[in-house]
């Protein structure tokens, strides 16, 4: 298979938007589907091209998967960090090591770069990507709780609420 590892173009960032619409759906992935937009994509390609790469199928002339990274710098630290915000590899070329060289080239990448540390994030559940970033050599994996709030309700309660507040007034 003839699969090369580049930068992104700007005429990727359709295909990988729409691939990641497949990949990332409420269904399988609640959470990462949250932030999953076409703003997410184009805030990281405009912040940093070099950190957004694609793995172009030669033959097929497509794109087959991504990694769109961001680096930070802490305030008053020598310490830069990079993050692997999102990784996605189309499922007809799973188990190809795919996902692989996206890491490895962007290891490459921030090594160069001088960063220090590389953080990933992902749901507790989902057990592929929690597997490959063992394999790639990540560890301390804890776990993140995602809270929510139906505002409409709350909106709701507060009506009731103030109900049975001016009941007591009278």
Not at 61 to 84: D, R
Not at 103 to 122: C, P, Y
Request: a negative charge; proline letters at 2%.
């Amino acid at each position: 298979m003839g699969v090369e590892i580049r930068n992104v173009r700007i005429d990727d960032l359709p295909v990988i938007f729409h691939m990641g619409e497949e990949l990332f759906t409420s269904q399988r992935h609640s959470n990462l589907y949250r932030t999953w937009d076409e703003f997410e994509v184009t805030a990281l390609y405009q912040s940093d091209p070099d950190l957004c790469l694609v793995a172009w199928d030669e033959e097929k002339e497509k794109v087959v998967g991504f990694l769109l990274a961001t680096t930070y710098e802490k305030t008053g630290s020598a310490w830069s960090y990079g993050h692997i915000a999102w990784l996605g590899v189309e499922p007809l070329y799973g188990r190809a090591g795919l996902g692989t060289s996206l890491f490895n080239a962007i290891i490459e990448v921030m090594k160069n770069r001088g960063i220090r540390i590389l953080i990933i994030d992902t749901q507790a559940d989902n057990k592929t990507a929690i597997s490959f970033f063992e394999r790639m050599g990540f560890s301390q994996t804890t776990e993140h709780v995602y809270m929510s709030m139906n505002l409409e309700n709350l909106g709701r309660q507060s009506q009731s609420e103030q109900k049975k507040s001016r009941r007591k007034q009278t």
